[in-house]
């Protein structure tokens, strides 16, 4: 008996017999929702695994799945997904919970739930220690006593879990953790790469492909590794061959190559000991180096955003809806130079910056020479509306909303990764900057030099 099995490439979808050994099956609740579609999505990369429809009378869905991996699952329209490790020959069924949908009876996705969760519930329970001017070290005993906890848990949980699942468990736990404490040493405190504080560098052992579930950790581990021995990363190509002296894994290490050069275009502030590196000649380079590489699509999305993205190009004509439902286009402000923010009502360090930028707003609300354009990138739409009539008042600069801007084409025309993003064009359209530091007298100043210029 044939049975739906979904193969999804683009917006293709195949139909075969479920007698595919390498299929994961997933069974849906027979329930009335507000939702069409629910999607499952690679959790780092993205990548559409499935696309299932819940208004079909079809009960279960195959798909093909060849190792095992953290994906997200969510309707479309909810920013949060509920994770969930995939495996073949695996089966999950889900259920929803008012909007929310997650698997039942499933020991796995709920730890994974619980180390994501928990790692973000750190920042909330300590963050005047993480962010103010606390001791390093007992920052880094905070997450560490973390780690040991949810250790204890996963093995609690052990002979409910697959080899598979407890690996991706196993490293998600520590590289949730060490992932920050690099990201905490690098950018927040500023650290140098030989400061003891880094010494757990040492302590990180190999991981095999669960890596590919959070493989920022591993990427901080090579880069503090060779700065602990030398002044600095002299080129791409260079650290390129870092990671391919460093795994003996060919689908992990080409993975890792095409992360990382996604990812130092995407997320630049994360990276800033390579972002000089990264010219579009470089680029360039790199993409003829890699193109081979089975994971050049994750290389190629990023640096067709960055082209489209930098200085001295014509900025992308997007198009927004007004609080009132109107429509607006960023080229409706032809003649006058536009500040843009790239927020969300969900984003904490957008929150945190947001008065500043209304104050900017309310600065220039009498200057026809300049609009200041607040575009959420929000999906709930009412808690959009809510919060802008709250904190907003006045009316003040434009408010307007894309809904999950990042994964529109206004977040791939403006390469907008992550938020709060800031950038500048100028009256002819053309972007002056698209990645502006947050709202600072250096921006104003910015601002300012350019509103000189003009007539």
Not at 26 to 36: K, V
Not at 69 to 77: F, P
Not at 386 to 394: A, R
Request: glycine share 6%; hydrophobic share 40%.
């Amino acid at each position: 008996m044939n049975k739906i099995f979904i193969f999804v490439t683009g917006a293709f979808l195949a139909f075969q017999s479920c007698s595919e050994p390498e299929v994961f099956e997933i069974t849906i609740p027979e329930s009335s929702n507000p939702y069409d579609s629910l999607f499952i999505q690679e959790l780092i990369t993205g990548e559409t695994i499935a696309k299932i429809p819940l208004n079909s009378s079809q009960r279960k869905f195959f798909f093909p799945i060849k190792q095992p991996l953290l994906a997200g699952i969510h309707v479309k329209g909810k920013e949060s997904p509920y994770l969930a490790i995939l495996e073949p020959r695996s089966k999950r069924e889900l259920v929803f919970e008012g909007e929310n949908v997650k698997t039942k009876n499933q020991p796995a996705d709920s730890l994974s739930n619980y180390l994501w969760h928990s790692t973000d519930e750190m920042f909330s329970k300590y963050g005047s220690l993480i962010f103010g001017d606390g001791d390093v070290s007992e920052v880094k005993q905070k997450f560490d006593s973390l780690i040991g906890k949810r250790q204890e848990v996963i093995a609690g949980a052990s002979k409910q879990l697959s080899e598979g699942e407890y690996a991706i468990l196993n490293y998600q736990n520590n590289a949730r953790a060490q992932n920050f404490l690099f990201f905490y040493g690098r950018i927040i405190r500023k650290l140098e790469a030989k400061d003891p504080f880094f010494d757990f560098v040492a302590d990180i052992p190999a991981y095999g492909t669960e890596a590919k579930s959070l493989p920022n950790m591993i990427l901080y581990q090579y880069e503090i590794e060779h700065l602990r021995k030398n002044d600095s990363i002299p080129s791409i190509p260079f650290f390129l061959d870092i990671i391919e002296s460093k795994n003996t894994d060919p689908a992990l290490e080409d993975f890792l190559k095409a992360f990382y050069i996604q990812s130092v275009i995407e997320h630049p502030t994360y990276w800033r000991p390579h972002q000089h590196l990264f010219t579009s000649d470089r680029i360039n380079e790199a993409l003829e180096r890699e193109k081979n590489n089975p994971y050049f699509y994750l290389i190629n999305r990023a640096s067709d955003s960055f082209f489209s993205s930098m200085a001295g190009v014509s900025a992308f004509d997007f198009e927004a809806r007004r609080p009132d439902g109107s429509s607006f286009k960023l080229s409706e402000l032809k003649g006058k130079l536009v500040l843009i923010d790239a927020w969300a009502t969900w984003c904490g360090p957008c929150i945190q910056h947001r008065p500043k930028i209304l104050e900017m707003a309310a600065k220039y609300s009498s200057d026809p020479r300049i609009a200041v354009v607040m575009i959420s990138l929000d999906s709930e739409l009412d808690r959009w509306k809510e919060f802008v009539s709250n904190t907003n008042p006045n009316g003040n600069g434009s408010e307007v909303n894309i809904p999950d801007g990042m994964n529109d084409m206004f977040g791939d025309k403006y390469l907008v990764k992550s938020i709060p993003k800031y950038f500048l064009i100028d009256p002819e359209g053309v972007i002056i900057s698209s990645d502006l530091s947050e709202p600072s007298l250096g921006m104003e100043q910015m601002i300012e030099r350019e509103l000189s210029k003009m007539q």
